[in-house]
């Protein structure tokens, strides 16, 4: 297990899965990417390409943002970093697969039951539908 993926929002559980998967990272000699899926707001075709585009651009540097706190966090950690925008669950899933990575480790706010059903959770969805192995860290 060389190479590991670790998907971050920028949250207290997601900082907590980055440092476990740098942590396992070292022990089995590996390497850690961070993942950040920035949600895409929905383009609603009144707005000019150039809107969109700067749209983009505004979700990209709250990605940004959200993995710079977390590389902070890691104090040092090696790690590579990717940025991108989309279906959270749905995109982490297809980097795992297109990149080869042998685990994907997320982090779980611990919700409740009903909060899952009615919120749904990246990290329950990623399970179902992840063709690569998932830790949750909780």
Same mark, same amino acid.
């Given at each position: 297990?060389?190479?590991?993926?670790?998907?971050?929002?920028?949250?207290?559980?997601?900082?907590?899965?980055?440092?476990?998967?740098?942590?396992?990272?070292?022990?089995?000699?590996?390497?850690?990417?961070?993942?950040?899926?920035?949600?895409?707001?929905?383009?609603?075709?009144?707005?000019?390409?150039?809107?969109?585009?700067?749209?983009?651009?505004?979700?990209?540097?709250?990605?940004?943002?959200?993995? $710079?706190? =977390? *590389?902070?966090?890691?104090? %040092?950690?090696?790690?590579?970093?990717?940025? !991108?925008? #989309? +279906?959270? &669950?749905?995109?982490?899933?297809?980097?795992?697969?297109?990149?080869?990575? $042998?685990? =994907? *480790?997320?982090?779980?706010? %611990?919700?409740?039951?009903?909060?899952?059903? !009615?919120? #749904? +959770?990246? &990290?329950?969805?990623?399970?179902?539908?992840?063709?690569?192995?998932?830790?949750?860290?909780?």
């Amino acid at each position: 297990m060389k190479k590991l993926m670790a998907a971050v929002d920028g949250s207290i559980p997601s900082v907590h899965a980055a440092k476990h998967a740098v942590a396992l990272a070292r022990q089995l000699g590996g390497e850690v990417t961070l993942i950040h899926v920035e949600p895409y707001e929905q383009w609603s075709g009144e707005e000019s390409l150039p809107e969109a585009a700067r749209h983009r651009q505004a979700e990209l540097a709250r990605g940004q943002q959200v993995l $710079d706190g =977390v *590389v902070s966090a890691l104090e %040092g950690a090696p790690v590579r970093t990717l940025n !991108l925008v #989309g +279906s959270p &669950a749905e995109v982490i899933a297809d980097t795992a697969m297109d990149g080869e990575f $042998d685990l =994907v *480790v997320v982090g779980n706010k %611990g919700r409740g039951a009903v909060s899952r059903v !009615l919120l #749904g +959770s990246v &990290a329950d969805r990623l399970v179902h539908i992840s063709p690569r192995p998932v830790m949750v860290v909780r």
